[in-house]
């Protein structure tokens, strides 16, 4: 038994298809034992084959049978099988055709709710299992337990079509608090998330603003006092990673807003500012055609970008980069930077290295990083 999407029960497994083809083969049988002889027949012989294909083609109907379902070919194909069945009992009385009015009350009584092809079938087979039993026995009693018969399988098929009802109501009911269930939580959850972007942004992000503009102003009075290059490039520095950290404090209240993700544009900022910051040459190149991307790997990409201009800062200051993403796919992001020579050892595996390798694993992406001839080389790939 399986669930349309309407909420109506259907049965569907082979058990359940095997079952409804039982009248047709008892049709089959009760015929073919009339043919040859051994059975009593009120009707001519070919009336009986007439009447046994109607019940077999009828019974056909059955396998299109739907709960709730509007009666079309099914109903009136259910309507022939009962009419020619109950008649098909009449003309062999002697047959186990008596089980055609009972099984077309049950099923008219299941599948179709309060409609005239129900009652009209429930009328037809409490005549056809009474008025035959009446006519073979000449008892009253027998054909009024026929006809009880019909009429308490009838109740008991409509007290189990109600409860089948109740709990499918139940089912919905159940569904529909589910949902409000989890929408309530997801609501909480994204009040929560909205009170820690208002933290955020009220106390970390002001206090990183503050302190980029002390920075400014300190770097401002070394320059104007004439203080040591050092001393200017530190607090230069000092005020590079104050605008950083303000940047990442942003980037965060976004994400806990649900806001919108780094974009390619992001990328080129980074690029962008690493060449206002450091005075070198810096280049970001676009190869094919644009497309959207997703979140996780625009994220993974914007974070590659940045962990490697941050590792030439420390490692190679100073040095012309060129940063080239490609469309792919896969999707394909190349950071080099020209120290013009080799290394004399590659960098060390520190957490920055390390944590771009596990973000490329996050998105099933892959990551290399290693000198080159004229310096050093990380490139990313991401099948997307």
Same mark, same amino acid.
């Given at each position: /038994?399986?669930?349309?999407?309407?909420?109506?029960?259907?049965?569907?497994?082979?058990?359940?298809?095997?079952?409804?083809?039982?009248?047709?083969?008892?049709?089959?049988?009760?015929?073919?034992?009339?043919? $040859?002889?051994?059975?009593?027949?009120?009707?001519?012989?070919?009336?009986?084959?007439?009447?046994?294909? /109607?019940?077999?083609?009828?019974?056909?109907?059955?396998?299109?049978?739907?709960?709730?379902?509007?009666?079309?070919?099914?109903?009136?194909?259910?309507?022939?099988?009962?009419?020619? #069945?109950?008649?098909?009992?009449?003309?062999?009385?002697?047959?186990? /055709?008596?089980?055609?009015?009972?099984?077309?009350?049950?099923?008219?009584?299941?599948?179709? +709710?309060?409609?005239?092809?129900?009652? /009209?079938?429930?009328?037809?087979?409490?005549?056809?299992?009474?008025?035959?039993?009446?006519?073979?026995?000449?008892?009253?009693?027998?054909?009024? #337990?026929?006809?009880?018969?019909?009429?308490?399988?009838?109740?008991?098929?409509? %007290? @189990? $079509?109600?409860?089948?009802?109740?709990?499918?109501?139940?089912?919905?009911?159940?569904?529909?608090?589910?949902?409000?269930?989890?929408?309530?939580?997801?609501?909480?959850?994204?009040?929560?998330?909205? $009170?820690?972007?208002?933290?955020?942004?009220?106390?970390?992000?002001?206090?990183?603003?503050?302190?980029?503009?002390?920075?400014?102003?300190?770097?401002?009075?070394?320059?104007?006092?004439?203080?040591?290059?050092?001393?200017?490039?530190?607090?230069? +520095?000092?005020?590079?990673?104050?605008?950083?950290?303000?940047?990442?404090?942003?980037?965060?209240?976004?994400?806990?807003?649900?806001?919108?993700?780094?974009?390619?544009?992001?990328?080129?900022?980074?690029?962008?500012?690493?060449?206002?910051?450091?005075?070198?040459?810096?280049?970001?190149?676009?190869?094919?055609?644009?497309?959207?991307?997703?979140?996780?790997?625009?994220?993974?990409?914007? $974070?590659?970008?940045?962990?490697?201009?941050? %590792?030439?800062?420390?490692?190679?200051?100073?040095?012309?980069?060129?940063?080239?993403?490609?469309?792919?796919?896969?999707?394909?992001?190349?950071?080099?930077?020209?120290?013009?020579?080799?290394?004399?050892?590659?960098?060390?595996?520190?957490?920055?290295?390390?944590?771009?390798?596990? @973000?490329?694993?996050?998105?099933?992406?892959?990551?290399?990083?290693?000198?080159?001839?004229?310096?050093?080389?990380?490139?990313?790939?991401?099948?997307?």
């Amino acid at each position: /038994m399986s669930w349309t999407l309407s909420g109506q029960v259907r049965d569907s497994s082979v058990p359940g298809l095997l079952l409804r083809a039982v009248p047709g083969l008892i049709t089959i049988l009760s015929v073919v034992v009339a043919a $040859r002889g051994h059975d009593v027949q009120r009707l001519p012989y070919w009336a009986v084959v007439v009447l046994g294909v /109607m019940v077999v083609l009828g019974n056909f109907s059955l396998f299109g049978l739907r709960y709730g379902a509007p009666p079309g070919r099914a109903g009136y194909g259910l309507l022939l099988f009962t009419a020619a #069945g109950c008649a098909l009992w009449y003309a062999l009385p002697a047959s186990a /055709m008596i089980v055609i009015p009972f099984w077309a009350s049950r099923a008219a009584v299941r599948y179709f +709710r309060a409609q005239p092809v129900e009652w /009209m079938v429930v009328a037809i087979s409490i005549a056809g299992a009474s008025v035959p039993l009446y006519v073979t026995t000449r008892s009253v009693p027998a054909a009024l #337990g026929a006809a009880f018969g019909v009429v308490a399988l009838t109740l008991a098929a409509i %007290n @189990r $079509r109600s409860r089948e009802q109740q709990l499918e109501e139940l089912e919905v009911s159940l569904a529909r608090k589910q949902a409000a269930i989890e929408e309530h939580e997801r609501a909480a959850a994204l009040a929560e998330r909205a $009170r820690i972007a208002r933290d955020v942004h009220d106390v970390l992000a002001h206090s990183l603003a503050g302190l980029s503009l002390s920075l400014q102003g300190a770097r401002l009075m070394l320059v104007r006092d004439g203080a040591s290059p050092e001393a200017i490039e530190q607090v230069t +520095r000092a005020q590079g990673l104050a605008a950083d950290g303000l940047a990442e404090a942003r980037r965060a209240v976004a994400a806990l807003r649900e806001d919108a993700v780094p974009d390619v544009r992001a990328l080129g900022d980074l690029v962008t500012a690493y060449r206002l910051e450091s005075g070198a040459a810096a280049s970001f190149e676009v190869d094919g055609v644009e497309r959207e991307l997703p979140a996780e790997v625009l994220s993974t990409l914007y $974070r590659t970008v940045q962990e490697s201009l941050a %590792n030439i800062r420390k490692h190679a200051p100073g040095a012309p980069v060129r940063v080239r993403l490609s469309y792919g796919p896969p999707v394909g992001l190349t950071v080099e930077d020209e120290q013009d020579k080799r290394p004399e050892r590659a960098a060390p595996g520190g957490y920055g290295l390390l944590g771009m390798r596990e @973000r490329a694993d996050l998105v099933g992406g892959s990551l290399e990083a290693g000198p080159t001839s004229t310096g050093w080389r990380v490139e990313l790939k991401v099948p997307a």
